[in-house]
T-cell receptor, first 114, second 116 residues
Framework: AQSVTQPDIHITVSEGASLELRCNYSYGATPYLFWYVQSPGQGLQLLLKYFSGDTLVQGIKGFEAEFKRSQSSFNLRKPSVHWSDAAEYFCAVGAPGNTGKLIFGQGTTLQVKP | DAGVTQSPTHLIKTRGQQVTLRCSPKSGHDTVSWYQQALGQGPQFIFQYYEEEERQRGNFPDRFSGHQFPNYSSELNVNALLLGDSALYLC???????????????FGPGTRLLVL
């Protein structure tokens, strides 16, 4: 069955520290991969996406993610976290060429300590 | 360039009632998908509309139905509401390219439905 696992439900980091959010997926082939962020009471904002090509993708707000086929992972990273990064982060997968039906992970809540 | 808009922002209903939620896609987009996000969970796909027809459907009962209008806007209808239908309902839009594939989805702010 297709699924997305975000192993860390809650992560707390200090402002200025580096961040890595984990995402593992189970899919029949290499899917399209996405990271979305959701601030309290808000909808989802796309941070970055991977369709094909270079496995290290750059996104908005200084985020990047690396696709590792051998590990079925698509981890999100940021070198220096800002207080405004506190939010819920969702990893999602979609069928290549058919991203209308996304499968989301449960999400990781990021708390930033001053 | 207007993004995806949804109305209303909040809604309170009682069990057994019916509700209609509305979505206007991002300018230039022709495909609309609906998701249900329960508290503390990731969004779950309900269905997708393209060319005014339901094209894909997730694991949701027939109480959940939808419609897409010629201007690509969409409605989500839920009949016989249950307490468990309380959630944030998200609409997402995308562009079907050459009738073959879709690019990235963009999400609206959602409608928060509370069923009492």
């Amino acid at each position: 069955a297709q699924s997305v696992t975000q192993p860390d439900i809650h992560i707390t980091v200090s402002e200025g520290a580096s961040l890595e959010l984990r995402c593992n997926y189970s899919y029949g082939a290499t899917p399209y991969l996405f990271w979305y962020v959701q601030s309290p009471g808000q909808g989802l904002q796309l941070l970055l996406k991977y369709f094909s090509g270079d496995t290290l993708v750059q996104g908005i707000k200084g985020f990047e993610a690396e696709f590792k086929r051998s590990q079925s992972s698509f981890n999100l990273r940021k070198p220096s976290v800002h207080w405004s990064d506190a939010a819920e982060y969702f990893c999602a997968v979609g069928a290549p060429g058919n991203t209308g039906k996304l499968i989301f992970g449960q999400g990781t809540t990021l708390q930033v300590k001053p | 360039d207007a993004g995806v808009t949804q109305s209303p922002t909040h809604l309170i209903k009682t069990r057994g009632q019916q509700v209609t939620l509305r979505c206007s896609p991002k300018s230039g987009h022709d495909t609309v998908s609906w998701y249900q996000q329960a508290l503390g969970q990731g969004p779950q796909f309900i269905f997708q509309y393209y060319e005014e027809e339901e094209r894909q459907r997730g694991n949701f009962p027939d109480r959940f139905s939808g419609h897409q209008f010629p201007n690509y806007s969409s409605e989500l209808n839920v009949n016989a509401l249950l307490l468990g239908d309380s959630a944030l309902y998200l609409c997402a839009s995308s562009l079907e390219v050459a009738g073959e594939y879709q690019e990235t989805q963009y999400f609206g702010p959602g409608t928060r439905l509370l069923v009492l």
